[in-house]
Structure formats: C-alpha cells, structure tokens
C-alpha cells in the first residue's frame, strides 16, 4: 500500500514546478487583494505556465508518477480556488461557481484518495478535465483583469463554466466507477 511518495519522486523537476505553482497562490492573493488586478493575472498565467511546462516534461522525460498525478490537480484546485473565491468580490453570480465547484472536487478528492491508498493506477487527467481547467481559467481571468463586465455577460459565462464543469465531474466518475471495477475483477480473479 502507498502510504506517503517515493522520496525520490518528492523532488523531479514536474513536481518541484508543482510547488511553485502552489507559493504562487499567495502571491495572486496579495495582488489581488491590493488591487492589482492584471498583475495578479498575469500570476496565474505564469502558474498555468508551470502547469504547461510539468507536464510535457512529465511525459517527455518519462519523469510521470503517481505523486505527481495527486499533487498536479492539488496545485490547480489551488489555485482555481483562490480564483473562485476573490472573484465573488467583483462578479457575485461566481458564488453558484463555487458552491458546483467545491463539491465536486471535495467528492473527487475523497475518491481521488481513496484510490491512491488503495493501490489504484491514477490515469491523471483527461480531455474534459482539461477542458474545465481552460474554460473555468480563462472566464476567471476574465473577471480578474477587466473591472466592469456586464452583468447578463458575467451570467452566461458563469452558466457556461457550469456545464462544463459538470461534465467533467461525470467524465471523472465514469472513470473512478470503471477504475473500481476493474480493481474489484483483479480481486476477484
């Protein structure tokens, strides 16, 4: 059983860019907070950079394991929630964003962890969680650097990060469910 990583995984060059992205956070916060919104989103463009960067050199480098498929998603829910929550400040319609937002990824990461210490092969991410990851991201930015948007604008792109959002929750458990099953035959034979 997996208790706690490899320390040899802890300190590969995908995960240590983990890391920053997640004392970035603080950062976005700070500018945010003090008013300086497009310094702050170029924070997250930066964070979505490392994003970018640890994971071609994960898969390039054949530097992929099973810590940085856990801290990976970590480092972005940070951050996306960090997004989430100070854009209530600017655009309220985003507060039905985070309440959609932070239940699914409090149930995914109860699975998530379940399946980590239970010995489950992780498959990391997919096409519809990378498709919320840009769709949320980009209407986040949105709201973060430009003051004034329209409040019917602010409402269909609210609406639109929703759907996408739910379908990647239903993409994420189709394949925890298939995972599990799959788990249970090998028990079982």
Aim: glycine content about 4%; overall charge positive; hydrophobic content about 55%.
């Amino acid at each position: 059983m997996r208790g706690t990583p490899k320390k040899e995984d802890l300190f590969k060059i995908p995960n240590l860019l983990c890391y920053l992205r997640i004392l970035m956070v603080p950062l976005f916060i700070y500018l945010f907070l003090t008013k300086y919104y497009w310094q702050s989103a170029v924070v997250v463009l930066l964070a979505a950079g490392t994003d970018i960067l640890d994971g071609y050199i994960a898969r390039h480098f054949n530097m992929t394991t099973d810590w940085g498929k856990f801290i990976d998603p970590v480092a972005d829910k940070m951050m996306q929630f960090s997004m989430l929550i100070l854009t209530i400040f600017k655009i309220k319609w985003v507060l039905i964003l985070v309440v959609c937002f932070t239940l699914k990824e409090i149930i995914l990461l109860v699975v998530g962890i379940y399946i980590y210490h239970n010995d489950y092969n992780l498959s990391g991410s997919n096409w519809a969680g990378k498709l919320c990851t840009v769709v949320m991201d980009t209407v986040l930015l949105i709201f973060i650097a430009f003051d004034n948007i329209p409040e019917a604008l602010a409402i269909v792109l609210v609406g639109i990060v929703i759907v996408v959002l739910l379908t990647s929750f239903a993409v994420y458990l189709s394949q925890y469910k298939k995972l599990y099953d799959e788990h249970i035959k090998k028990k079982k034979a």
